[in-house]
């Protein structure tokens, strides 16, 4: 069964320092999500891809957040410069982005656990 | 802005026992309800939904109402089991701009089955 891929799983690091996430989609799903789940939360959306394009991005804080999807494929989120606050898990998810009920379902990576020291 | 509630925050049945939890959306045009299960370290996997066409929908021990007029849906497990412990989300769709959609999550449910 095709499932999402994200690495690293785990990331440890100090604040102030840069950090990447990277998210492979399940292939073909045009439509791809980043969020992020705080524990004890249910997961936040920072940003939604159709393709290579950015839908949605209202929850991305842009001046230390950034997301591309350059060839519609896999997608990388950064964080520059990180903060403590940042600690959480990024959760990569994608949907097959087609008309109908196949449309709405999210199919999740297992995520990328971040711990700012 | 859009929301959706759940509850209980926590929940300890006996196994063998009912499961049930509930969640409350704010967006009328909300037209599509997942459920989510996630246990611990593990990636969120949908185990059930609901569209807004439908006023229910089982699938072997699961089962989730929708009652669209209140604007809330309960996600029920019978005859639990201990790998039914986790964490349990709802979410609700909202449309917007167009063709594009998004899913809003439920602060989620710890489902402990004692055996």
């Known amino acids: 069964e095709a499932e999402v891929a994200q690495s690293p799983r785990y990331k440890i690091t100090e604040k102030s320092q840069a950090v990447a996430f990277w998210c492979d989609p399940i292939?073909?799903?045009?439509?791809l999500y980043w969020y992020r789940q705080i524990l004890g939360q249910g997961p936040e959306l920072l940003v939604q891809f159709q393709d290579e394009s950015v839908v949605d991005d209202s929850q991305l804080p842009k001046d230390r957040f950034s997301a591309e999807r350059l060839k519609g494929v896999d997608s990388t989120l950064k964080i520059q410069p990180a903060e403590l606050g940042d600690s959480a898990m990024y959760l990569c998810?994608?949907?097959?982005?087609?008309?109908?009920?196949?449309?709405?379902?999210?199919?999740f990576g297992a995520g990328t656990r971040l711990s700012v020291l | 802005g859009e929301n959706v509630e759940q509850h209980p925050s926590t929940l300890s049945v006996q196994e063998g026992d009912s499961a049930v939890i509930k969640c409350t959306y704010s967006d009328s045009a909300s037209n599509y309800f997942p459920w989510y299960k996630q246990e611990l370290g593990k990636r969120p996997q949908l185990i059930i939904d609901?569209?807004?066409?439908?006023g229910e929908k089982k699938d072997q021990r699961i089962a989730v109402t929708l009652n669209k007029t209140a604007k809330h849906f309960s996600l029920h497990i019978t005859e639990t089991q201990p790998e039914d412990s986790a964490v349990y989300f709802c979410a609700a769709s909202i449309r917007y701009g167009g063709a594009t959609n998004k899913l809003i999550f439920g602060t989620g449910t710890l489902l402990a089955v004692q055996p």
């Open positions: 609901i569209r807004s066409n439908v």
């Open positions: 998810a994608s949907s097959p982005g087609l008309a109908g009920v196949a449309k709405n379902i999210q199919y």
């Open positions: 292939s073909g799903h045009a439509t």
